[in-house]
Structures are given as structure tokens and as C-alpha cells.
């Protein structure tokens, strides 16, 4: 019983971190949401976009495996929030990047629901939260 009791210990801590990570999935949502030209809630759920639930998949994806790597080599709570909005910089500017340089027309795209460019902005939106996970082991 002890043994449990001891295990239990660190349940406090869990649920810290794990509601700021709710609140700043959240919060990746609404700034996502601003970065983006198209409206993702809307494809997904009024059109039934599959590019738009793809890439927004995606990025959702892609900022929680940075959130992982924040949470797992934070020193404390306010260090794992400083490092999870770098994510969220990180992940935004992802799009934005990948919206400059590579794929121009990927909002065009998503919202005419070709499904590649979704698949890329996944891909694209993956690869940065696991970069971003892998930089935040200091």
C-alpha cells in the first residue's frame, strides 16, 4: 500500500502539467487559427475538408510531441510554459515557412481539399514538433 501511496506523490505534479498542456493546446488552436488564412473548424466540420483535418491533425500532432520534449526536461512548471510557447512560436512559424518558401498555394489547396497538401503540412508539421522536441533536451 505504501508503494502506491508513493506513486500516487507525484499526481499532483502530473495534473499541473497536464491541465497547462491542455490550456496551451488550447491556446495553439487560437494562434493556429490566426497564422492560418483558411478557417480548419469550419473545413472540418461544416465542409468535411479531409486536407484541412489532415494538416490541422497534424499540426495538433506535431506541437504535442514539443510539448512532450517541454514538459519532459522542464525544471519547473514555469519553465515548461516559457518552453511551450517557444514550441507554439516554433510550430506557427512552421506554416508560415512552409506557406513562403516551399508551398505557396497550400492554403489555397487545403481549402479545395487536396488532400497532398495536407499530407505535407502534416509531414511538415510532425517533423518540426519532433525537431523541436529533440532541441529542447538541454
Same mark, same amino acid.
Not at 115 to 122: C, D, E, K, Q, R
Given at each position: 500500500?505504501?508503494?502506491? &501511496?508513493?506513486?500516487?506523490?507525484?499526481?499532483?505534479?502530473? !495534473?499541473?502539467? +497536464? %491541465?497547462?498542456? #491542455? @490550456?496551451?493546446?488550447?491556446?495553439?488552436?487560437?494562434?493556429?487559427?490566426?497564422?492560418?488564412?483558411?478557417?480548419?473548424?469550419? &473545413?472540418?466540420?461544416?465542409?468535411?475538408?479531409?486536407?484541412? !483535418?489532415?494538416? +490541422? %491533425?497534424?499540426? #495538433? @500532432?506535431?506541437?504535442?510531441?514539443?510539448?512532450?520534449?517541454?514538459?519532459?526536461?522542464?525544471?519547473s512548471l514555469v519553465d515548461f510554459a516559457i518552453w511551450g510557447l517557444?514550441?507554439?512560436?516554433?510550430?506557427?512559424?512552421?506554416?508560415a515557412i512552409l506557406r513562403f518558401t516551399f508551398m505557396p498555394k497550400?492554403?489555397?489547396?487545403?481549402?479545395?481539399?487536396?488532400?497532398?497538401?495536407?499530407?505535407?503540412?502534416?509531414?511538415?508539421?510532425?517533423?518540426?514538433g519532433v525537431l523541436n522536441a529533440a532541441c529542447m533536451t538541454y
Amino acid at each position: 500500500m505504501d508503494m502506491v &501511496l508513493e506513486s500516487l506523490g507525484g499526481l499532483s505534479n502530473f !495534473a499541473l502539467y +497536464f %491541465g497547462l498542456s #491542455i @490550456v496551451l493546446l488550447f491556446v495553439f488552436k487560437i494562434v493556429y487559427a490566426f497564422v492560418t488564412p483558411h478557417d480548419e473548424w469550419k &473545413l472540418v466540420k461544416d465542409d468535411q475538408n479531409v486536407a484541412a !483535418a489532415v494538416g +490541422f %491533425g497534424g499540426a #495538433i @500532432v506535431g506541437f504535442s510531441l514539443a510539448l512532450a520534449g517541454a514538459a519532459t526536461n522542464s525544471a519547473s512548471l514555469v519553465d515548461f510554459a516559457i518552453w511551450g510557447l517557444v514550441a507554439l512560436i516554433a510550430q506557427s512559424l512552421a506554416f508560415a515557412i512552409l506557406r513562403f518558401t516551399f508551398m505557396p498555394k497550400i492554403a489555397e489547396r487545403i481549402v479545395n481539399n487536396e488532400v497532398s497538401a495536407g499530407i505535407m503540412l502534416a509531414a511538415v508539421s510532425i517533423g518540426v514538433g519532433v525537431l523541436n522536441a529533440a532541441c529542447m533536451t538541454y
